[in-house]
């Protein structure tokens, strides 16, 4: 049961992501993956994207939301509003809005338990800068964003939580990690997720992906059964040349 995720970014228009979207569908209805084939358009185009995706096994992400479900709060999203468009995942922490939009730890952790109570998914993304791995600080800072952005966190049986292990300095890069290098970060994170989950529920309810530079040619490379299940990808899941390969790929591998 593998996890592909397309994160659109701000990269596409309405127009764009239909055609895109309609190539996957008819991608995956030949090719179709065992798992999750997850697309996290801009907000604009959620509704439209849902509608198209209605009748496949394809899922919607936001690619964020905010911590309160409603109130005075301006240009903000709530999961209620993502409930009412069948949203059923939510990229919270990816390292732009940590980067641009100053989200911090506490921000993440608000949002992943707001996610939680609402019935969406939280693909809660970690990973350290360039500076802080040359460092030798990519271990404290996973076990850092881990630590607070799961603090109170709890998850019935029914609930799932994927954390994407997101190198930041290999983003939109071209160049993803060698896999060995992302092996030792998802068995750093599967340890210290130890601390606040069973064994049992970690191996039924969490599921640990790879992000950074994912694409047809290296893909295989981070599935690792057990440990790394899925990928979130940027760059590749912009168009339908690069990223319907990945689809092809990843359902040889799951099937
Ligand atoms: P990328 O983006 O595939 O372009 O590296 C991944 C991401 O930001 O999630």
Redesign the pocket.
Known sequence: MFYLIA?W?MQLLEKEMVALTEKIIEQNSRTPLTGELILAPHFSALKTVGSLIKNTPLKLAAQNLFYHERGAYTGEISPLHLAELNVAYVIIG???RRAFLKETDLDVNLKIKIALKNKLTPIF?VGETFEERQQGKTAVVLIRQIIRGLEDVKLTPDQELII?Y?PVW????GQAVRPLEAKNSALVIKKVLLDYFTPEQIEKNIKIIY????DADNVDGFIMPGLMTGA??????LTAEKFLPLIKKLSTISN
């Open positions: 994160n970014k990816h390292s732009e993304c994407a997101e290999v983003i939109g890069s992000g950074g530079s994912v979130l990808v940027g760059t590749a899941s």
